[in-house]
């Protein structure tokens, strides 16, 4: 099954996101532990969402690179943590661990068939971790010039990868 735009699913009922949030230090931090979905919060942006693709959710572009059809994004979320920080009204950092195959189904395109309710809850897998770190200017009211957001981060799948251009996984047992 290919997506298009990140709003496409196949017709079920599942659990997307399940989670429990502690703020810390006075709120100027914040852990998550649940059912998580990356496409959340990173790789998105709030001022875009009116006119390019992706509008619900992260790029398309991460479907190829990570196994389940991109990771733990809409639909399939996986379980994880995640540590935000605010130290600033314009700064926020980001961080966190996912179970690195929401769906056990690796790089096959049967993510959802092997999760259809979004309750497998897998943590056997090599995990995802990613990172971001968000300068805000122009928020303020009252402030002069458009608003924005400037976003600066990485991931790692910690997963072996046999070929890059057919992706087959050397850490994958085989479909069951």
């Given at each position: 099954m290919s997506?298009?735009?990140s709003l496409e699913a196949r017709h079920a009922i599942r659990l997307?996101?399940?989670w429990t949030e502690?703020?810390?230090?006075?709120?100027?931090?914040?852990?998550?532990?649940?059912q998580l979905s990356?496409?959340?919060e990173f790789i998105i942006s709030e001022f875009a969402a009116t006119y390019l693709n992706g509008t619900f959710g992260w790029l398309d572009i991460m479907v190829p690179d990570l196994p389940?059809?991109?990771g733990p994004n809409?639909?399939?979320a996986t379980p994880g943590v995640r540590l935000k920080a605010t130290p600033s009204d314009q700064i926020t950092l980001l961080a966190a661990l996912f179970n690195g195959d929401p769906s056990g189904a690796r790089l096959s395109g049967l993510a959802e068939?092997?999760?259809?309710?979004?309750?497998?809850?897998?943590?056997?897998?090599p995990p995802f971790l990613i990172s971001e770190a968000q300068y805000k200017?122009?928020?303020?009211?009252g402030s002069t010039g458009l608003a924005g957001t400037i976003k600066l981060g990485g991931w790692h799948h910690f997963g072996g990868f046999n070929d890059e251009s057919s992706a087959s996984a050397a850490w994958y047992s085989p479909i069951q």
């Open positions: 997506r298009i735009n997307f996101e399940a502690q703020q810390l230090f006075q709120g100027l931090a914040a852990i998550r532990i649940g990356a496409d959340t389940s059809a991109g809409y639909p399939l068939i092997k999760d259809p309710a979004g309750i497998n809850f897998r943590v056997q897998y200017y122009n928020q303020a009211s």
